[in-house]
């Protein structure tokens, strides 16, 4: 299995509203977020890619576009986690390229949510 990957940056607040108000992330606060899209194939194509980075604009247009400093809780549907973003990226990804194999997200240095779906037997 081959496997590529390409980091994506935007600025975003958001607020994790449901979390009782002691908990940090119920507050209004900002990330620098960190998207890592993931690519597999068994098989390189005709140019011996995965696919070709500078096919993946469409992703840094949809995360400039979308999400790059917008609050969150306004553009994501359901809860703004890490973990849900990821799963929205992915679909959106995925919709475009099946070799898209999961979605990462990073708020901070130290952490990172990701998604990817469940591979049937
Ligand atoms: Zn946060």
New binding site residues.
């Given amino acids: 299995m081959y496997v590529i990957t390409k980091q994506f940056h935007f600025e975003a607040s ?3 509203d449901h979390l009782p108000p002691s908990h940090k ?1 119920s507050r209004w ?3 620098s977020y960190r998207v890592e899209l993931v690519l597999e194939s068994a098989q390189l194509n005709e140019d011996g890619f995965v696919r070709d980075y500078g096919e993946l604009e469409p992703f840094k247009n949809f995360v400039g576009e979308k999400l790059d400093h917008r609050n969150l809780n306004d553009v994501v549907p359901g809860v ?1 986690s ?1 973990e849900n973003l990821a799963r929205w990226l992915y679909d959106f990804a995925s919709s475009l390229w099946p070799e898209v194999a999961a979605v990462r997200v990073s ?1 901070t240095q130290k952490t990172w949510a990701e998604y990817r779906p469940e591979r049937r037997p």
């Fill in positions: 958001h607020r994790l992330c606060h900002g990330h703004t890490a708020e």
